[in-house]
């Protein structure tokens, strides 16, 4: 199964600036919530595990995968892209802004790991991470993804 596949029109570019958090993470859930691939217990699920533990969903510098359980919410199993044009600060210590996440919405433990298989291999491609942040339309992000 192709990123793709799993992203379809779910890819967003934020120009906001100056971003909480929870602001942030609202975008990055924006889509996915809007078709009712995820419910908002989700996205309050990945805010509650932050107040916890902190940002564990920053993978690298510049990446991050914001994800819960797929028991705290999730209707289908998809992808929402978002690139944060100023970057957003996640508070973590170790890997400064974020200027591309993925959110991974999966219905169980197990069938999502071809997804995380697709998605190691993007963000080990530092020049595809590049293009992907230095992208101004969805159709730029797309034309990129196309290789997962």
């Known amino acids: ?16 600036e100056n971003l909480s958090v929870n602001a942030a993470l609202d975008i990055t859930c924006r889509k996915l919530l809007e078709q009712g691939s995820i419910e908002a217990t989700y996205l309050e699920a990945i ?11 920053v993978l690298a510098p510049k990446i991050a ?3 819960a359980r797929p ?16 970057g957003a600060d996640f508070e973590s210590e170790d890997n400064g802004l974020v200027y591309f996440a993925v959110t991974l919405a999966a219905m169980d433990s197990d069938s999502h790991i071809q997804t ?8 080990q491609n530092d020049s595809d991470i590049e293009a992907i942040i230095s992208a101004h339309t969805k159709e730029e992000v797309t034309d990129i993804l196309k290789k997962y």
């Open 1 to 16: 199964m192709s990123l793709l596949s799993l992203i379809g029109d779910n890819i967003v570019i934020s120009n906001e």
């Open 47 to 57: 805010k509650q595990k932050h107040q916890e533990i902190g940002a564990y969903y």
């Open 65 to 67: 995968m914001p994800h």
């Open 71 to 86: 028991e705290d919410g999730v209707n289908k199993a998809s992808l929402q892209v978002t690139v944060f044009k100023n």
């Open 116 to 123: 995380i298989m697709a998605l190691s291999e993007l963000f």
